[in-house]
């Protein structure tokens, strides 16, 4: 199993190419979104469910991944993806789900997913670089002048596509999504590549995608006007009433030449794409102080399941395990 960022010490191999560590992309994001003490840098405004995942089956040949092969709890944190608590729900911007599976209440496998259809960039300078951008379009226009904030933040768009052109894949998913209708209602992909491992040996890459049972549905812009900066939690704890709500884990494979080691480029949808199994969420979680102090890590994988060779994933590692130093101090 993989490291988790609560063990991770910051070593060399969190220093980027350009010479930027761990700490300095920290510092980088706390200036763009200046945090609460004890909030995560991003993501920091969310809530902690219970859910219980049952696997289909389908995915069974592949991979000895305990997680994929039986029914299991877990946790699920949906968030705001800002690092700001106080951000508005009400405006476009990346929503964040992350699922812990738990064997004997302790975390086993994470999946760590966001609204982008891929990652920022393939490098963490493009993604520092772009969520200084996004930070500026926050502070400068909130949901009452959105064309300000448009405008404030359009030198910076510029600039991140010129420094960093593999990012247009990125903002062009980003610019054509509006907020969500409801956390239920969002599609949240894992965006990275990782490895299934079976019992021979045999290695297959995927990536993985959370799809909500309820459709893709986004916010109507006049309905928007009536609900609260922080509608998200409150609409999900009001529909978790009436029963629970579910995501289909959906695994697609990559062929030969498809990257896996660029989290900025998308693979093909006419891929595989195959229902690893149902995820029902039930009930705002009882031990929610716990979970959330604690570190929904992509790298904390299940044996069964590898990382692939993207190094973005090592450096979130990193960034997290300083992340969690600052916000859990004293």
Do not use: C
């Not at 003490?37 to 000895?64: C, E, I, M, N």
């Not at 959330?292 to 994988?301: A, G, K, M």
């Amino acid at each position: 199993m993989s490291q988790s960022p609560q063990d991770a010490s910051v070593t060399d191999s969190s220093v980027t190419a350009d010479g930027m560590t761990a700490a300095q992309a920290v510092d980088r994001i706390e200036a763009a979104a200046p945090p609460r003490p004890h909030d995560r840098r991003l993501h920091a405004r969310g809530a902690v469910y219970d859910a219980h995942f049952v696997p289909s089956g389908q995915v069974a040949k592949w991979t000895t991944a305990v997680p994929l092969l039986a029914e299991s709890e877990a946790v699920v944190r949906f968030s705001n993806g800002s690092g700001r608590f106080d951000a508005d729900d009400r405006v476009r911007g990346v929503r964040g789900m992350a699922v812990k599976f738990l064997d004997a209440d302790k975390g086993v496998w994470d999946l760590v997913a966001a609204t982008f259809r891929v990652f920022p960039s393939h490098n963490p300078e493009g993604f520092i670089d772009l969520v200084e951008a996004l930070g500026k379009a926050g502070t400068e226009g909130g949901f009452a002048d959105r064309a300000k904030g448009k405008l404030a933040a359009a030198g910076k768009f510029a600039t991140v596509l010129a420094q960093h052109p593999e990012s247009r894949g990125a903002l062009k998913s980003f610019a054509g999504q509006q907020a969500p209708a409801s956390f239920a209602t969002a599609r949240y992909d894992g965006l990275h590549a990782f490895v299934l491992v079976d019992e021979s040996g045999e290695r297959r890459p995927f990536r993985y995608r959370l799809v909500p049972q309820l459709g893709e549905v986004e916010l109507d812009s006049a309905y928007a006007e009536t609900l609260a900066p922080d509608f998200l939690i409150g609409d999900l704890d009001s529909r978790l009433k009436t029963g629970p709500l579910s995501f289909t884990l959906v695994l697609q494979f990559a062929e030969p030449d498809d990257p896996t080691h660029d989290p900025s480029q998308a693979w093909p949808e006419h891929r595989p794409l195959i229902p690893a199994g149902q995820l029902h969420v039930t009930a705002r979680s009882a031990r929610e102080d716990h979970w959330q102090q604690q570190v929904f890590d992509p790298t904390r994988l299940a044996p069964g399941v590898d990382p692939s060779d993207d190094t973005m994933l090592s450096f979130r590692r990193h960034a997290y395990s300083v992340s969690a130093e600052r916000r859990l101090a004293p």
